[in-house]
């Protein structure tokens, strides 16, 4: 069993702004946890807050029990937390291999060619091949090697952030299942999202931001009927 | 085996410079494999150079432990530096090193140890051809054991890309700090080599100008590759006495070629030969 990981009233401060508000949340083994919310709502601070690009205000992070919150962001990715990034953030210049190989950094021992066929297959991309150069590959194709990468580390957490920006309806679905294996095979997954039916598709549960504070959480059926959650995101014609 | 023996009997010197020079890309190369612009590497070898002489004049150490003792200094001075710029980029670092550089100028300049402006003279000439390639063997060895580790990966992706290293577990600090230190390493031990092959040195053989020319050698050779850097210094050690008949034309050549290089070569001669990319 993989280790979850708990948000314990995060609070995120610049200057005077406030861009999390006493922010709680669990992300348990093999289920997906979705964060929506409207643009600016403090989605990616919180994942940046948690993989320790931003130091926290206030608040706590854990993993597995473990405080991890004031630890530098090579730790916490060695503690067993790994990302995407809302704009990608490959290797561009080298490699699909040296990319997979730099996820699996953390780990003991070398990647080896069969490992990383099997990264890329998990990933949803096992026609792409090991020495094509990851910054010339198609968008979508990018965003999933991004997922590889991610996958390589073995990670206990994996923070998802807009996985589908940019790609068509069929990679859209095809992007559900990929996150519904990687949570079966006991991974955590944070999903931060603005296609809806994608999180319903792929979340157990959903926890809204707005304005930097909780205002929600539930599961995606109860999440989409939340009167709060219509009105700060959703809409009236959205769900 | 005679023209051979006539060859190196008019070249040696040249011969010898290229091999130092080689070393110094080498050192350099390091760093910017790492995407640090960090300039110091004339100040490390000059730190070198005047330990290994001092020793040398004052101690009778012969070469080997005096150039051991020397790059280990000019390491411990490299690390001394990365703590205060670990946090400086781009030209911002290559600023405060380059300060650093002529910092180590100033006080060679200014000390008696060191013999002020008029340097050292008198060094024993026994960094002979076998030591200085005997020297860049090793190094070459030790820099391509080094490029299978796991650390020569995480040396590339600090260069691609910071904050997506340290998301993937690279400590970046730590590859900053002990990317200068090796370089600073090589570099000492180049300067012992040059001031045992050289007679006597001054400060100046350790200024802004030194540095500009191994900065030169790896932006000709490919930024990206140590291989590549030490043809670069080799063929523009060489190119001066090959295109001697230019007479003062010679710099003009020398800089035609640079503009070349950067225009249409960025990734310089290795990008060239080799195809490589990043």
């Known amino acids: 069993m993989k280790a979850a990981l708990e948000l314990d009233g995060v609070t995120i401060r610049y200057g005077g702004v406030q861009a999390l508000a006493n922010a709680s949340l669990e992300v348990a083994p093999g289920r997906v946890l979705g964060l929506i919310g409207p643009n600016g709502a403090g989605k990616t601070t919180l994942i940046n807050a948690t993989t320790g690009i931003v130091p926290l205000s206030a608040g706590r992070v854990r993993l597995g029990g473990a405080t991890i919150s004031g630890m530098a962001p090579h730790r916490i990715a060695r503690a067993g937390i790994s990302r995407t990034y809302q704009n990608i953030r490959l290797f561009g210049a080298l490699d699909v291999f040296a990319n997979l190989s730099a996820g699996a950094f953390a780990r003991p021992g070398r990647l080896d060619a069969a490992h990383a066929q099997a990264l890329l297959e998990r990933a949803g991309i096992r026609h792409l091949k090991l020495d094509a150069r990851a910054g010339a590959l198609p968008y979508g194709d990018q965003r999933r090697l991004e997922i590889a990468r991610a996958l390589a580390a073995e990670p206990a957490i994996l923070m998802l952030d807009e996985p589908a920006a940019g790609m068509n309806p069929t990679e859209t679905a095809h992007l559900v299942d990929t996150i519904r294996a990687i949570a079966a095979s006991g991974i955590g997954v944070l999903l931060i999202e603005h296609d809806m039916s994608l999180v319903r598709a792929a979340c157990d549960n959903v926890v809204v931001l707005n304005f930097g504070e909780v205002i929600a959480t539930g599961t995606p059926d109860e999440i989409v009927a939340d009167p709060a959650v219509i009105e700060a995101y959703l809409g009236t014609e959205s769900v | 085996m005679n023209v051979l023996a006539d060859f190196y009997a008019a070249h040696s010197k040249l011969i010898d410079q290229v091999g130092i020079d080689a070393l110094l890309a080498l050192s350099l190369s390091i760093s910017l494999q790492a995407g640090q612009l960090a300039l110091a590497q004339a100040a490390f070898m000059g730190v070198a150079a005047y330990i290994s002489a001092i020793l040398a004049l004052d101690a009778h150490w012969s070469l080997l432990p005096a150039m051991l003792v020397a790059a280990l200094c000019s390491t411990i001075v490299a690390g001394l530096l990365a703590l205060p710029v670990r946090r400086l980029r781009g030209i911002f670092l290559a600023i405060a090193t380059i300060a650093f550089g002529e ?129 670069g210094a080799a063929l523009l050690t060489i190119l001066p006495e090959a295109i001697r008949f230019l007479a003062d034309y010679r710099d003009f050549v020398n800089g035609a070629i640079l503009l070349v290089v950067v225009l249409f070569a960025p990734q310089g001669l290795a990008g060239i030969r080799f195809g490589k990319r990043g």
């Open chain 2, 103 to 231: 910092i180590v100028r100033i006080v060679a300049n200014n000390l008696t140890i060191s013999g002020g402006a008029e340097g050292l003279s008198g060094i024993p000439a026994d960094a002979t051809t076998p030591w200085i390639y005997g020297t860049l063997v090793v190094v070459s060895i030790a820099l391509w054991l080094f490029s299978r580790t796991k650390f020569a990966l995480a040396i590339a992706l600090v260069r691609e890309d910071e904050n997506a290293a340290r998301g993937v577990g690279v400590d970046v600090g730590l590859v900053r700090f002990t990317t200068l230190a090796i370089g600073g390493t090589i570099a000492g031990l180049a300067g012992a080599l040059y001031a045992h092959s050289n007679f006597f040195i001054t400060p100046a053989d350790f200024g802004f100008g030194r540095m500009e020319q191994i900065l030169v050698w790896c932006v000709i050779g490919g930024i990206t590759s140590p291989l590549g850097a030490a043809i």
